[in-house]
């Protein structure tokens, strides 16, 4: 992974772990989510963790959070529509060098595209469904 | 001209219905049956039930042949993730969303998407009427510096030439509807009482066409 700072948008519980896993591995993180509850719980529980109250998909919110000394953006909400919009600005409007993001519904995920500023799309259901069947598999589940 | 109107509230609806008047081919998509009902018996263009974000359904409704895509549903995320890519990955020749925040505007401008911010627009232009002077101002020109304004032609200028109402550099005359219809105007072109001239206005001469129409 390149060093300079990880931009990570929602912090839900993906972004949540996220952040921590990291800042545990000593990269500089900053997580902008624009629910006020959520930021003053993630301030609490990881105090090493930059957090700012701000909506992802505001592009002069990105700009004061600093995106533009971001070497990769992570666009983890539970929204589609707003993670495809954040990597797009992102990588569209602000260069960054490497953009994530996570697809929460399997149908949406033909707008997660290069040509929409998507370098890498992460499908949460399909993952966890490959790792549920992996993990059978070395336990030695039958028809796994 | 064929265009898909991605959205069926009463923006979308009203827009639908616009461009059917205009001789141009629609079809309509919202996920909700009640909001397609709102078109009305009268509407002939294609109903899509679905959400916006399924392509299935956007194939369901031709939006890879659209000649362009009106994006207006109530979510502005919804708006930006699917003008973006039904401009940059399905190559929509053009593509126009609703967003409401319109400090995004010239971002998206620069990814390929016009925006509109209605209620931004409205209050701009209530405002305008609101402190307008009996020169009615109908638009901004480019970053502000320039009005277009209409007046109606006081009965002291009847059968006078419209180069009357100008000032090299500070006022012209561009069109004048008279009867109801409006054409082009030249210098010689003759104002009627009663006529709407339209004109430019530099915003600092906007008195001085006040002081011109006064003294007619």
């Known amino acids: ?144 | 001209m064929n265009v898909v109107v991605l959205g069926c509230g009463r923006v979308g609806s009203g827009l639908a219905r616009e461009l059917e008047a205009r001789g141009v081919e629609v079809a309509v998509v919202d996920r909700d049956q009640a909001a397609l009902d709102r078109l009305g018996a009268g509407f002939t263009g294609r109903k899509v039930l679905g959400t916006v974000l399924d392509r299935r359904v956007l194939t369901a409704a031709r939006v890879e042949q659209a000649d362009a895509l009106a994006v207006v549903t109530g979510s502005d995320e919804v708006n930006a993730a699917i003008a973006l890519t039904a401009r940059r990955l399905l190559r929509v020749p053009t593509v126009v969303a609703r967003l409401y925040d319109p400090r995004t505007a010239e971002v998206y401008q620069r990814l390929g998407v016009r925006t509109l911010a209605p209620v931004s627009w409205g209050i701009q232009r209530l405002a305008d009427l609101v402190t307008a002077s009996p020169l009615s101002s109908v638009a901004t020109l480019g970053t502000g510096g320039v009005e277009l304004v209409e007046v109606r032609v006081p009965a002291l200028l009847d059968g006078r030439p419209a180069d009357e109402l100008e000032v090299a550099g500070e006022l012209r005359v561009v069109a004048i509807t008279h009867h109801g219809r409006t054409t082009l105007a030249t210098g010689a072109s003759p104002l009627h009482s009663g006529d709407l001239a339209h004109l430019v206005v530099g915003v600092a001469s906007v008195g001085r066409l006040s002081t011109l129409l006064a003294h007619h």
């Open chain 1, 1 to 144: 992974m390149t060093t300079g700072t990880t931009m990570v948008i929602g912090g839900g519980r993906i972004g949540t772990a996220l952040a921590r896993q990291l800042h545990a591995m000593g990269h500089e993180v900053v997580v902008l989510e624009r629910d006020a509850t959520c930021v003053a719980r993630l301030a609490a529980q990881d105090p090493g963790v930059r957090v700012v109250q701000a909506d992802g998909v505001d592009p002069s919110a990105l700009e004061a959070a600093g995106i533009r000394r971001a070497s990769i953006v992570a666009a983890v909400t539970g929204d589609d529509a707003a993670n495809v919009v954040v990597a797009a600005l992102a990588r569209l409007e602000f260069a960054v060098p490497h953009t994530i993001a996570r697809i929460v519904d399997p149908a949406h995920a033909w707008l997660f595209d290069p040509s929409t500023g998507v370098d890498i799309a992460v499908d949460q259901a399909e993952l966890l469904a490959r790792a549920i069947l992996d993990r059978a598999e070395l336990r030695g589940v039958p028809g796994a």
